[in-house]
């Protein structure tokens, strides 16, 4: 995983609204910037309205 281009080797690290994060999901890489952090565990349909998916033209034509 890294946050910010920067590899990350503790698994509780913090992040913040504007990190870029990068991460093996499956056979692919996500690549997500946070736009938001939650209060509270939520639903996934709300989770997803928190950060952008930065690859999300390149996931579209994989489809």
Do not use: W
Not at 17 to 41: C, H, K, N, Y
């Amino acid at each position: 995983m890294r946050i910010n281009a920067q590899r990350c080797l503790k698994p509780g690290h913090a992040v913040g609204v504007g990190d870029v994060l990068t991460f093996p999901q499956g056979a692919r890489i996500r690549v997500v910037r946070i736009l938001a952090l939650s209060e509270r565990r939520g639903p996934a349909t709300e989770a997803q309205t928190l950060y952008v998916d930065l690859d999300a033209a390149g996931q579209d034509a994989s489809a």
